[in-house]
């Protein structure tokens, strides 16, 4: 359950499967605008973490396994019925890479905050031309100021 089965805080939230699964339920994203005291804290996600148990599959266990980051979701509603979805390898690895759309969405979504609107816009379109680069410095400049 990586180091907190059950966070208390946003921080805490971004080391636990749990909460993150749980998030990816409620919201259908998980992003760092949800690594939030609050959204840990939230009636749902917190109804939603008492339900939910982690199981190592037996042939994920070994060292040369586990480095696949191969796991399976099930999901099993008050009816009974189940919704099972298994993933070899984790989405944004480099044998299941993210789409352009989705590397530039991550990148706005972890650069907000930090850098301005046109920071984070001209960012991407010198990394779009970095082969026009005369120095690297062009893109360090913007993200150091």
Do not use: W
């Not at 939230?13 to 749990?18: I, L, N, R, V």
């Not at 796991?71 to 690895?93: A, F, M």
């Amino acid at each position: 359950s990586l180091i907190h089965p059950n966070p208390k805080t946003g921080l805490e939230g971004q080391f636990s499967m749990g909460f993150c699964v749980v998030v990816a339920l409620v919201d259908r994203k998980v992003s760092l605008a949800q690594f939030t005291d609050e959204k840990v804290n939230d009636p749902k996600v917190q109804s939603l973490m008492k339900k939910f148990h982690l199981y190592i599959r037996p042939d994920l266990k070994g060292a040369e396994s586990s480095a696949s980051n191969a796991c399976t979701l099930k999901v099993r509603l008050r009816n009974g019925e189940e919704y099972i979805k298994s993933v070899d390898k984790n989405r944004g690895s480099t044998q299941n890479p993210l789409s352009k759309e989705e590397r530039v969405n991550k990148f706005r979504d972890c650069a907000n905050g930090v850098l301005s609107q046109s920071q984070i816009d001209r960012c991407l379109n010198l990394v779009e031309h970095m082969e026009e680069l005369k120095t690297i410095c062009q893109l360090t400049d913007i993200i150091r100021t």
